[in-house]
């Protein structure tokens, strides 16, 4: 595979973009409007600056990245391409609108669909296509180009041909340490990671604790890089939201419950870093 399409330019999409791009891969960024595909453009862009001032990447890095980078607004340029990747927002209806109309235009029958989504289970999304065996789930950490760690998940009716190329993908083209997850909402990490982020959530709106002494606890106590909430903010707090919603509507346990405050924070437009405000404020 020497060209991949990705859908969705946001904060994973183009994360996603740019790490491709920068293995050697050309890459087809489709988006659903010219300002969503200038915005994500701007995001790769800033990336990219910031990588050339910390030194890890030179000038001439950055212009054959660039060049690889290929943004459109029609499906239909994504016909000819073997591997797509989708990276829209947490939602199903969506992803169910991307995956039909991936469906529709993919020439090669035997073409992966992989989405990057962190909590929808993968067979759900297949069976918005024709094609469910060429279904699997490719899910990024943020921030994409940093974190070493992707999850592969295989739906009961997902073929090895497509696990084995989206493992060769991450592990061989990118760089990074895939690990198998399980089929079932929140996958391996966030099944782990939703619950102890809703209790640090439900500390605060119960005043067990405030915001900065559960982050600096959670870092110095128990040498976490980052506290739970400052990560919320990073992950977004809808997104972190939506997943919580997806955990709890398949398993019903009460630790999966998105806590009111958090609730209230993105019904007030608080969503982390992305918006500058979040249980910390930003300035963007």
Do not use: W
């Not at 990336?47 to 990245?65: E, N, Y």
């Not at 094609?131 to 999850?151: D, I, T």
């Amino acid at each position: 595979m020497d060209r991949i399409g990705v859908v969705g330019c946001g904060l994973m999409g183009s994360g996603i973009a740019e790490v491709l791009a920068r293995s050697g891969l050309d890459v087809v960024i489709v988006e659903r409007n010219d300002d969503a595909l200038s915005a994500g453009r701007a995001r790769i862009e800033a990336s990219l600056a910031r990588a050339r001032t910390a030194g890890k990447v030179t000038d001439d890095v950055v212009q054959r990245v660039e060049r690889r980078l290929h943004f459109r607004t029609d499906f239909t340029d994504l016909r000819d391409l073997s591997f797509v990747i989708e990276a829209v927002a947490e939602d199903e209806d969506l992803k169910r609108d991307v995956f039909r109309q991936l469906d529709d235009v993919l020439a090669d029958r035997t073409a992966v669909i992989a989405s990057n989504t962190s909590s929808i289970p993968i067979a759900t999304l297949a069976g918005f296509t024709s094609r469910p065996a060429q279904v699997v789930g490719l899910h990024f950490f943020n921030p994409v180009p940093v974190m070493a760690l992707v999850e592969v998940t295989a739906s009961l009716l997902t073929s090895e041909r497509t696990v084995d190329a989206a493992r060769s993908l991450a592990r061989d083209q990118l760089g990074k340490t895939p690990i198998t997850s399980p089929d079932r909402a929140g996958f391996v990490v966030n099944a782990l990671l939703i619950p102890y982020l809703l209790s640090a959530i439900r500390m605060v709106e119960s005043r067990v604790a405030t915001v900065e002494d559960i982050d600096t606890g959670m870092t110095l106590g128990c040498a976490h890089p980052m506290g739970p909430l400052a990560l919320c903010d990073l992950i977004g707090l809808d997104t972190t939201a939506a997943v919580a919603e997806s955990l709890y509507a398949e398993f019903r346990e009460n630790h999966y419950a998105t806590p009111p405050l958090l609730a209230r924070m993105i019904a007030a437009g608080q969503l982390g870093r992305k918006s500058g405000q979040g249980f910390y404020t930003y300035h963007r």
